[in-house]
Nanobody, 124 residues
Framework: QVQLVESGGGLVRSGGSLRVSCTASGRTFRSYFMGWFRQAPGTEREFVAAISSSGGNTYYADSVKGRFTISRDNAKNTVYLQMNSLEPEDTAVYYC?????????????????WGQGTQVTVSS
């Protein structure tokens, strides 16, 4: 079993940057595909970014491509999401998730474990 804990959320002005982190328990972190999702009030949880177990492949939603960067440090059991040029539309609770297979990384139902989420608020 994997436990995930997000951190690093907060309030930032439009155009600013923020980095959120997700630290996993257990010795099997390096074998998991990792994803970031977000959910704004009244909306469905949506895919943001994903990274393969080795970190060699990354994937992004069109809405964040070129602004967000996902990375991971397997030695620290941590995955990061660097968010630049933030917009008010990026305001949401950001969740990290772990997937043993990585075949449907855009689909939230494919993920096996979830963190509790961290709030990111972008003011205009």
């Amino acid at each position: 079993q994997v436990q995930l804990v997000e951190s690093g959320g907060g309030l930032v002005r439009s155009g600013g940057s923020l980095r959120v982190s997700c630290t996993a328990s257990g010795r099997t972190f390096r074998s998991y595909f990792m994803g970031w999702f977000r959910q704004a009030p009244g909306t469905e949880r949506e895919f943001v970014a994903a990274i393969s177990s080795s970190g060699g492949n990354t994937y992004y939603a069109d809405s964040v491509k070129g602004r967000f960067t996902i990375s991971r440090d397997n030695a620290k059991n941590t995955v990061y999401l660097q968010m630049n040029s933030l917009e008010p539309e990026d305001t949401a609770v950001y969740y990290c998730a772990a997937d043993r297979h990585g075949t449907g990384y855009r689909k939230k139902d494919e993920y096996d474990y979830w963190g509790q989420g961290t709030q990111v608020t972008v003011s205009s």
